[in-house]
Nanobody
Framework: QVQLVESGGGSVQAGGSLTLTCVAS????????MAWFRQVPGRDRLGVAS???????TYADSVKGRFTVSKDNAKNTLSLQMNSLRPEDTAMYYC??????????????????????WGQGTQVTVSS
């Protein structure tokens, strides 16, 4: 049974930093596509950053240069380092994992329908 558990959310002031971590069980992080999404109430869940089985990363334009996604294969975890945070980054952040062994075309790596497994989310609040 696949389980994804996020942590690291919190409240920070604009310009601050946070690191989110997703611990996976029943799933091998190193060999699969994974991603971070975020959602605000009443809005669609949007892709923020993805990383594939080779370590290739993709970012939404809104976070390029500020966020960094990475895997720790030894710990079987996915992380999102968020710097220069802005009030518009406020959202619930979700870890997502693609079907094991699957391959996602580059133009779909930030599409939520490509991911089968989801964590429960961790809240990030950025104040101005």
């Amino acid at each position: 049974q696949v389980q994804l558990v996020e942590s690291g959310g919190g409240s920070v002031q604009a310009g601050g930093s946070l690191t989110l971590t997703c611990v996976a069980s029943g799933y091998t992080v190193s060999t699969n596509f994974m991603a971070w999404f975020r959602q605000v109430p009443g809005r669609d869940r949007l892709g923020v950053a993805s990383i594939d089985s080779d370590g290739t990363t993709t970012y939404a334009d809104s976070v390029k240069g500020r966020f960094t996604v990475s895997k720790d294969n030894a710990k079987n975890t996915l992380s999102l380092q968020m710097n220069s945070l802005r009030p518009e980054d406020t959202a619930m952040y979700y870890c997502a994992a693609a079907p094991p062994g699957g391959c996602i075309p580059i133009h779909k790596v930030l599409k939520k329908y490509e991911y089968n497994y989801w964590g429960q989310g961790t809240q990030v609040t950025v104040s101005s």
